[in-house]
């Protein structure tokens, strides 16, 4: 059934040309329900209901306003859903209808929220109320005055406890926020209409989705000030055909394995090895087709049979004692019933994606949720392309296809030659490492790095299908790669890949707001992942030091270090200056290929191993899969794959092109770049950074600069085919800069200010604000907006909130000192979600969140200590730069050093040369050697062995000193046993092994601990969540 809802703040209904207006919105739209805010009309009528509406099967509801401020209407078309009852609140009006079509019941609430704070908990009082009444599909709509998140208003700030109070209160009402089409905002005002916010909104529960599946909602056209209307769109939802996909559930069926070595065996093909494999790939799919439908059967009704003999068994038994023979059908029911429920939750665990949740676990509502959410989020049902909009599929499925067959065909013109520009360059050995045979231990090593419930490519095999068919087809695929590697090519069906497109932000309408990850097939994928590893290993013989991305031994962490020391030193040095950061259109899809082959002849890679990556990239042909279903077939002439384990390596090697450009430029005195100095010297020489396409340029104040760097980029763009969209680039002042706008000009950019960003963290931030931490809140709330507490155990609960949430902000505190305040929030967040409780739920936290942070050999959950881990996080730049000595860096440096004392207890040395030991300050040896202590006469045959040790020592001149790390056995250091030895013990003994290691699903183990944890207080007794006498796995057995 199909549903159209339209809400509406109007600023008053009680003027005869706008209500002409309202109603001429109306009827272009052929709405079902409406619902209107702001009506200022203190008693409505059926009379003003019919102005407004269309047709004579109107019925309506109403809130009357409170003087001239206020009022909410809600009318509908009485031949589509039926008003079984209504209720009417302050800020709202609750109307309970039932589907004329199938007779299903359902919810809408009409909301105006108060513009005064100081009546928002009234409001959410009233909505949570609605909550109580009814479990039916629910859906409110309305003008909620207040945002949610930063980006729904134009002029900035940060996180306010309304905004929170929001986010937490939709939390717990179970509310879901669905993406915006048509814009950010809903409301515009202020002088000039300068200000914009996003306050009108539909919110709704999962049960109203699945009713009305599809459901979008989107902004129209504003025929009248202030508020957009906004349009609720559900049902109707239709799939084409979708591609042959791999089940992993098939992998659990009895014999399943044993079916897969007669099947495969049974295929006999004459041709090359890669003709072969591709045959019998396709021979299996029919047979696998053939098999799930004559023997496996439907999943659903395969479980409702073995829980109906369950059933049987359980009645019987009723009535008289079962006998040996029906106790064993029975238990054998309940294993197979046992098998279709596990079976069901791998199937849409793998549709779900969310990998870091395990099945065994009962999560099958949870994953099935999780597939519907994304199957909505990536429906096209209408679509902008090249500034068109379509909205009939066919029309639709060409228009994408042709935008995406113009994109990946190379454009004829003049391409320079690189023939100047010196490279870095591979030797003879390290060719010979890249082109040597291909051997069963790499590709089985490269196999199990795969991700092996990722998304199938057009052969539909998962990587988890090879590896536990492995022994039975591995002679085939040595066999490909034997033949790869000696003839260089493979059959062109192998490389045939979809392209997914997955929204770049919430609302994207636009083709332009998609990017097209591609799903490539699973044999080219463990080709391509072989090549990747054995490519990783020569990269920084090629690569140039101002790029991080893919390079052994550089972090992402590193770059922006790295920018924000450039930055606080330039603001600090009183000199003008500005930073040019660039946005690279179309990443991947516009390198040329000829120019990158000639790139990777020119660093001295050998002619095999050319002709391979010739071959990979140049036989791909495209289909694109929109609403699940693959559409056109079309071969490509430029552009590298986004999901081709291949293509990061070969864009950094293009980016090293605009490096090597940029070093020529600052030798020649085109370019300065920006010198950082230290406590003394000269400093080094910065003048750009590069993290795949993400690009800083350091240049002077200077018009000529900015006009050679524009010719650089053009002169990069003619030869490698990136483009830098200067649209999206800005121009960043340092200190004070005369004519910015036309230094702005001359690059052909806009005009940026500090603070900015740098890959996802702050740059040129006060690092010490808590403002610089609410978009890592926000990522918080937004995260469990999509999994909502019913549908996970507690066992999953807990495994999302060590894998997930409590990684969200790693990245941040990798380098900022985490706000006590903030921790504080972001601690909540999952203590709430642990337990259940919430802004409008107060549940009790049955235990400690300083003991559930304590690792699982301790008594605690192992859930991340926020402070300690941020703690270890920044100490882990002590060790890494622990060679240098004397004070450095003139800001975020600075404050990340003076977090480094906590682990110089953990550091010694096994001396070499002795360069960088200090005698008397450094470990070294088995003591320290800077003691004072009286010695006990027991202690003085002690001494007297340690002086020998030190008499005997001798300095090896050829060894390089190496620093050890003591708190690991292996001398390495890790972030994980930093925070180990960080973090308190545990008070008392705790059965690990009993628990943690039993063969139970984590929700057992997970009920097991808490009851061992249970306060024992008479305040638990009288609320009823322990009994009068209970086993604590501490304590021992309690009573009250």
């Known amino acids: 059934m199909k549903i159209r809802i339209l809400s509406w703040n109007v600023r008053g209904a009680n003027d005869r040309d706008k209500r002409r207006i309202i109603k001429s919105v109306i009827k272009s739209q052929r709405v079902d329900v409406v619902c209107v805010q702001e009506t200022k009309i203190k008693e409505m009528t059926t009379r003003l209901v019919r102005s407004l509406g269309v047709g004579r099967n109107i019925e309506w509801r109403a809130v009357n306003s409170r003087g001239a401020t206020g009022g909410i209407l809600v009318f509908w078309d009485n031949r589509l859903v039926e008003l079984v009852g209504w209720e009417e609140g302050v800020f709202s009006i609750l109307c309970r209808f039932k589907n004329c079509v199938d007779g299903v019941v359902w919810v809408f609430t009409g909301v105006y929220g108060p513009v005064c704070s100081g009546d928002r908990e009234e409001f959410w009082e009233e909505l949570g109320s609605v909550k109580g009444l009814w479990s039916d599909p629910w859906c409110v709509g309305g003008d909620f005055n207040l945002v949610r998140f930063l980006e729904e208003r134009s002029k900035g700030g940060g996180l306010t406890a309304s905004m929170r109070r929001f986010s937490k209160v939709l939390e717990d009402l179970e509310l879901r926020d669905y993406p915006l089409r048509g814009g950010p905002f809903t409301w515009r005002g202020g002088l000039n209409n300068q200000v914009q916010s996003r306050l009108d909104r539909f919110l709704v529960t999962d049960n109203w989705v699945n009713l009305f599946n599809g459901a979008v909602q989107g902004i129209l056209p504003r025929p009248v000030l202030d508020h957009f209307p906004v349009l609720l769109e559900g049902g109707g939802l239709k799939r084409g055909p979708s591609p042959f996909k791999f089940e992993n559930m098939w992998l659990e069926e009895e014999g399943f394995k044993d079916k897969m070595k007669t099947w495969w065996g049974s295929l006999n093909f004459t041709g090359s090895s890669n003709y072969i494999l591709d045959a019998k790939l396709r021979a299996l799919k029919n047979i696998l087709k053939i098999w799930n439908k004559e023997e496996f059967g439907l999943l659903e009704a395969k479980k409702g049979e073995a829980l109906k003999q369950v059933e049987y068994w359980d009645e019987k038994e009723k009535y008289a004692a079962l006998n040996m023979e029906e106790c064993e059908a029975r238990n054998g029911a309940r294993e197979s019933y046992k098998s279709w429920v596990m079976k069901e939750e791998i199937f849409w665990r793998q549709k779900s994606r969310e990998l870091w949740l395990k099945e065994g676990n009962n999560n099958t509502r949870f994953f099935h949720r999780i597939t519907n959410a994304h199957s909505r989020r990536n429906w096209l049902s209408k679509l902008k392309v090249n500034g068109c909009w379509h909205s009939e599929e066919n029309n639709l499925r060409n228009s994408v296809v042709g935008a995406f067959q113009e994109l990946y065909q190379e454009e004829e013109g003049w391409c320079p030659s690189v023939d100047g520009i010196s490279f870095m360059r591979l030797d003879n050995s390290e060719v010979e490492g890249l082109e040597n045979p291909f051997l069963e231990e790499e590709v089985f090593a490269a196999l199990t790095d795969l991700g092996k419930d990722k998304a199938s490519g057009p052969d539909g095999f998962t990587m988890v299908f090879w590896l536990f068919g492995w022994d039975v087809v591995k002679v085939e695929i040595m066999g490909f790669f034997r033949e790869f590697h000696e003839r260089g090519r493979f059959i062109k069906s192998l490389n045939a890949t979809f392209l997914a497109l997955v929204p770049k932000k919430r609302g994207a309408e636009d083709l332009k707001d998609f990017k097209p990850i591609s799903l490539v097939g699973s044999l080219y994928k463990l080709l391509a992942k072989v090549l990747a590893n054995r490519i990783k290993k020569v990269m920084g013989k090629v690569i140039s030091e101002p790029q991080n991305a893919f390079v052994e031994g550089r972090e992402i962490l590193d770059a922006v270090l790295i920018a924000n020391e450039v930055v606080d030193s330039r603001l600090k040095s009183n000199q003008g200056g500005v930073m040019c950061k660039l946005d690279i259109e179309k990443t991947y899809d516009h390198i040329a290929w000829k120019f990158l082959l000639v790139v990777l002849k020119q660093m001295g890679f050998g002619e095999r191993w050319i002709k391979w990556i010739e071959w990979c990239i140049s036989t791909v042909r495209y289909s694109v899969l929109i609403n699940g279903s693959p559409s056109g077939l079309f071969q490509s002439s430029r552009g590298l794959r986004q999901g081709d384990p291949l293509s990061p390596y070969l864009f950094v090697i293009v980016m090293e092109v605009f490096s090597c450009l940029m070093r020529r430029a600052i030798s020649g005195g085109f370019l300065s770049g920006w010198r950082v100095r230290g406590r ?135 380098l900022f000192l985490l706000p006590r305040k903030v921790r504080m929030r972001l601690e909540k967040i999952q203590r709430d979600f642990l337990w259940g409780g919430g802004a409008l739920d107060q549940r009790p936290h049955l235990v400690r969140w300083n003991l559930v942070c304590l690792e699982r050999k301790k008594g605690g959950l192992g859930v991340r200590n926020l402070a300690l881990m941020n703690k270890a996080l920044l100490e882990e730049g002590g060790w890494c730069t622990r060679a240098e000595s004397g004070r450095h860096g003139v800001g975020l440096w600075k404050a990340i050093r003076k977090e480094w004392l906590g682990m110089y207890s953990s550091l010694a040395f096994h001396v070499g040369n002795g360069r960088r030991v200090r005698f008397w300050k450094d470990k070294w040896g088995w003591l320290d050697p800077s003691f004072l202590k009286a010695l006990n006469d027991w202690e003085i045959e002690m001494m007297e062995q340690f002086m020998l040790k030190i008499q005997a020592f001798r300095v090896q001149r050829e060894n390089e000193d190496k620093m050890v790390w003591t708190a690991s056995r292996s001398g390495v250091f890790s972030v994980k046993s930093l925070y180990s030895t960080l973090e308190p013990g545990g008070s008392v003994p705790f059965p690990y092994v009993g628990i943690w290691r039993a063969c139970v699903p984590p929700k057992v183990a997970f009920f097991a601990w808490r009851n061992g944890g249970l306060p024992f207080t008479p305040l638990c007794y009288d609320k009823g969540i322990v009994e009068s006498s209970f086993f604590s796995l501490w304590c021992g057995v309690g009573s009250l």
């Open 680 to 814: 003394g010297g000269e400093g080094i020489l910065i003048s750009h950074l590069l993290f795949v396409d993400d690009t800083l340029v350091f240049c002077e104040e200077s018009q000529d600069q900015l006009t050679y760097l524009s010719w650089l980029l053009m002169w990069f763009e003619a030869c490698s085919g990136l483009k830098v969209n200067l649209e999206k680039s800005e121009l960043i002042p340092m200190g004070r800069v005369n004519d910015i706008e036309d230094l702005a000009l001359e690059l052909g950019c806009k005009v940026g200010d500090l603070p900015s960003s740098y890959l996802g963290l702050p740059l040129g931030a006060p690092f010490k604000s808590e403002v610089v931490w609410d978009s890592v809140e926000e990522r918080f709330r937004k995260r469990l907006v999509m999994w909502k507490r019913q549908y996970i155990s507690k066992g999953g609960r807990l495994t999302l909130i060590r894998s997930t949430l409590s990684s969200l902000p790693v990245y941040f505190m990798s």
